[in-house]
Structures are given as C-alpha cells and as structure tokens.
C-alpha cells in the first residue's frame, strides 16, 4: 500500500445479498491493501459443497488466501461459536504477519456474532427434538413461532417467521437450559469494523440469481447434491438446508422435476436476499454501495476509497 490512509487495526467487513458480487470485489479489495478473507457464510465452511455455495473459485483462491473454507464435513454442525473461534484466530494469524483481514459474507449473524462479540450458549443440538418440532410445524404452520413468541418474545423478535432454523435453535436453548435465548447470550469482546454494504436494484439482482443458479447447474450442482447423498449425508443436516441443496434432494430423489426444483430454488433465493437486505440495513453502522454494473475492480476501489476517508475522519 501507498501511504494514504488504510484499514489500519480496523477490520473491513463486506457484507450484501447473495449474487450481489461480494467476492469478486473483495479479492481485488485484498490485491489493492495487502489482505486476506476471512469467510463469514455458513454454508462454504463444508467440504465438498463448492457448486451449490458458490465457494470462491480456485483461481481467486490463488490470488488471495481465502480462510474458514472446507473446514467441517457435510455431517457436521457447524456452529456461530466454531466461527467465531476459527475467525478470531485466523483474524490473528493475518495480523501478525503484517497482512489485512477482510471478513466478506452473507450470514448476518456470523458478522454480527463477530463485531459485536457476541457471546453463544454452546447447547448441542438435539436431533430426535427438531425432528418432532419440524413435523408438528408441517402439521401446523406458525406454530412454532407463536410459541416462541410466549417463551422467549426478545428472541422471537428478533427472528423472522419464515427462517425455522432459527426458531427452533431458539426454542432449543430454552428446553435444553431452561433459560432465554436472549438471557443466555451475551456481548464480549468485539471487533473495531469499517462494515460495507453492496447493493443492486433488486430487478438486476435477480437477474444475477437466476443466472448464477443456470451456471451452477451447468457446473455439476445436480451431481453435488447426488454425491452427497451417496455419501449417507443426512438431508435434514444443516447442510442440506441450504440452499441450492434442500430444493435439489428432492428431484434428486425423483420426487419433482427439474424445471419444478429450480422454480422452486430461485424463489428461496430472491426470499433469502430480501432477508439478507433486511437484517443488515437495519444495521446502521453499515455504509451502503451501489455497484450498479460495476466492475469488481472498481467497486474495489470504491470500498477503499470509503475505507480510507472512515481512516482519516
């Protein structure tokens, strides 16, 4: 780097909706400022799921290290407080060699977990419990979330409706400890963040869904969802449940056609983005881009440009 003013001791946080190009520019972001990414999505931690998470590329791993990628098996729960554990060291091995950490994602509550040092009860989950609450919320839609609502309404909240993993980790903290999701978590040491937000007219983000998902099926997401299956994955593991997994198990299946399975996909997508847009607007500490059809190069730019002006306030 030159000698304008940079991220410093800050960390730079680059967060969005999904296919909104957050990889892409943090990769030039790190060529400009000497740094390395640190994941923030819950989805690239697993191994062997690289089509339908839109992990990033070999290439772009090959022009900037990439960390808190393939580091759990598709079996495995990956839980906020393994992310935080992971990222707070990989955050200080990037540091201590001179390097600038970048943490770029979508999973708001991994970013949030992070800046806002937030402190989780580390409750292993219980499957044969989610199960039973999965299918007496097919039974009986919103039953779930109203009874959130009576046991813990801070959490309830706080939670979307429409997001069931969410709900029923919270109604799981409660009848594991007897205590509130909101009572049991707590703040501890956070992170100094510079956060940047990029954002699209939603009309041409959803263009660039349904065009990410045409070209993940081109590259073989059919075949990654089978292989997985093959391998005794379980489809109710976390894994499974997200998306570009959940809506293919099916057709994989041969429950539902293709053309049924990717409708159905691209809807959950443009859900989750709203969802994303959602939780991180109402983060006021977050400074808003509009990369519009911007290159990565400069909406790089950009960012380092904003970076540099938060530096020097």
């Known amino acids: 780097m030159d000698g304008t003013p940079g991220p410093g001791s800050q960390l730079v946080v680059i967060v969005g909706p999904t296919a909104v190009g957050k990889s892409a520019a943090a990769v030039e972001l790190a060529l400009r400022v000497g740094g390395e990414i640190v994941c923030a999505d819950s989805r690239t931690v697993y191994r062997g799921m690289d089509v339908g998470t839109a992990k990033a590329t070999p290439s772009m791993r090959a022009r900037v290290p990439h960390h808190l990628l393939d580091v759990a098996d598709p079996d495995e729960v990956f839980t906020v407080w393994d992310f935080q554990r992971l990222t707070r060291a990989a955050i200080a091995d990037i540091r201590s060699r001179g390097r600038v950490p970048l943490l770029v994602g979508g999973t708001g509550l991994y970013v949030r977990a992070l800046v806002d040092g ?30 959130l609502q009576e046991l813990d309404p801070e959490a309830a909240a706080r939670i979307p409706p429409a997001n069931l993993r969410r709900v029923i980790r919270a109604l799981e903290v409660v009848s594991r400890t007897g205590r509130r999701l909101s009572e049991v978590a707590r703040r501890g040491p956070g992170e100094a963040a510079v956060q940047v937000g990029l954002d699209l007219d939603r009309a041409r ?7 990410r998902i045409q070209e993940q099926l081109r590259a073989g997401l059919v075949d990654e969802v089978r292989s997985l299956l ?12 997200g998306l570009g997994y959940k809506e293919l198990v099916p057709y994989v299946r041969g429950e539902v056609s293709l053309d049924e399975a990717v409708r159905t996909l691209e809807r959950n997508t443009r859900r ?9 607007r109402a983060d006021p500490r977050v400074r808003w881009l509009d990369v519009d059809d911007l290159p990565p190069e400069e909406v790089a730019e950009r960012i380092l440009e904003g970076v540099r002006t938060h530096a020097g306030a």
């Open 230 to 241: 093959e391998r005794g994955v379980d489809p109710s593991r976390p894994s499974l449940q």
């Open 118 to 147: 937030l402190v989780l009860p580390q409750v292993p989950p219980d499957w044969q419990a989610r199960r039973a609450w999965e299918e007496e919320e097919r039974q009986r839609p919103g039953t779930l979330y109203h009874r």
């Open 205 to 211: 983000l959803y263009e660039r869904i349904r065009r």
């Open 272 to 280: 989750y983005a709203k969802r994303q847009w959602t939780w991180f």
